[in-house]
C-alpha cells in the first residue's frame, strides 16, 4: 500500500486510539538514527506464487489444525510471540514482524540466523528499539513505521503485527495467504487490545478487497466487519 492511500487510514487510528502522530514519527527517527549499514533488501524478496502463512500470536495456533495450516505454506511470517510457538513446534519461520514489546530476545536469535525480522517503531516502544535494535543483525532487519517512510524505514501499510505481516507478504507479490492463529474472539485480551483487533480485521477486509481474495479468517465475521473510514 502506497503511503498516500495508507495515510488517510492512519490519521483515522490515531484519532481513534487519541495517539499522537509525532511520537510515531519521533521513534521513526530513532530507527534511522541506530541503523547502522545497509538492512534486508525486502525489494528482491520475491513471494511470487507462495502460499503464504501470516501466524498470529492467539492461543488456538498450538492446536494441530493451525500447525497444519502453517505447515502447508511455502512460507511463513510470524507476528511477535507466534515465532515462538511455531519453532516450538518444529516449523521454520521465514520472517518475523514485531514491535518487540513482548519477545524481544526470540527477534535478536533470528536476525543472528539469517532471518528477516520487521522491526516496527511506533510511539510507545522508543526505549525497547534503542536497547534492542543495536543487538540485531541489521543486514536482515527491516524497519517500519506508521508514519510517513523515510531513509530506509520502510510503510507497507497495517497496525498491529499480525496485519501489518499481512500488508508485507502482498507487498512482496504473495499468491495466497492464510492465517493460522488467529483469534478475534479471545476473551482473555484487554478492552485496548480488542479495539486494535478489531482494527485489524477492518484492515485485513480492506486488503482481502485490493487483493480480491476471501480469507477464510473472516468468514464468520465478514459482514460485521465496519468498513474502513479514511479521515482526510
Known amino acids: ?42 525489494d528482491d524478496w520475491s513471494l511470487a506464487g507462495h502460499r ?9 495456533l498450538t492446536s494441530e489444525d493451525e500447525l497444519s495450516l502453517a505447515r502447508s505454506a511455502e512460507t511463513v511470517i510470524a507476528a ?17 514482524v514485531t514491535d518487540i514489546d513482548k519477545n524481544p530476545e526470540t527477534a535478536q536469535m533470528l536476525t543472528e540466523r539469517g532471518v528477516p525480522v520487521a522491526v516496527h517503531a511506533h510511539g510507545d516502544n522508543t526505549d525497547l528499539i534503542r536497547e534492542y535494535l543495536p543487538t540485531y543483525e541489521h543486514s536482515v532487519v527491516i524497519p517500519t513505521t506508521q508514519a510517513e517512510p523515510k531513509e530506509g524505514v520502510r510503510n507497507f501499510g497495517g497496525f498491529t503485527d499480525g496485519d501489518r ?4 507478504a502482498d507487498y ?3 499468491a495466497e495467504l492464510v492465517f493460522p492463529g488467529w483469534d478475534f474472539a479471545d476473551p482473555a485480551v484487554s478492552a485496548e487490545k480488542r479495539r486494535k483487533l478489531d482494527w485489524a480485521a477492518r484492515l485485513l477486509r480492506e486488503l482481502e478487497r485490493q487483493r480480491d481474495e476471501r480469507f477464510a479468517v473472516l468468514d464468520d465475521r465478514r459482514d460485521n466487519i465496519s468498513p474502513v473510514r479514511r479521515r482526510e
Open 165 to 168: 505481516a499481512a500488508f508485507l
Open 80 to 96: 511477535s510471540t507466534a515465532a515462538d510457538d511455531l519453532m516450538a513446534a518444529g516449523i521454520a519461520v521465514d520472517c518475523m
Open 172 to 174: 512482496c507479490g504473495a
Open 52 to 60: 503464504v502463512a501470516i501466524a498470529g500470536g492467539g492461543p488456538s
Open 1 to 42: 500500500m502506497k503511503f498516500s492511500e495508507w495515510e488517510p487510514i492512519y490519521e483515522s487510528i490515531l484519532s481513534d486510539f487519541g495517539y499522537p502522530r509525532s511520537g510515531d514519527e519521533s521513534a521513526r527517527d530513532v530507527l534511522v538514527e541506530l541503523l547502522d549499514g545497509p538492512t534486508f533488501a525486502v
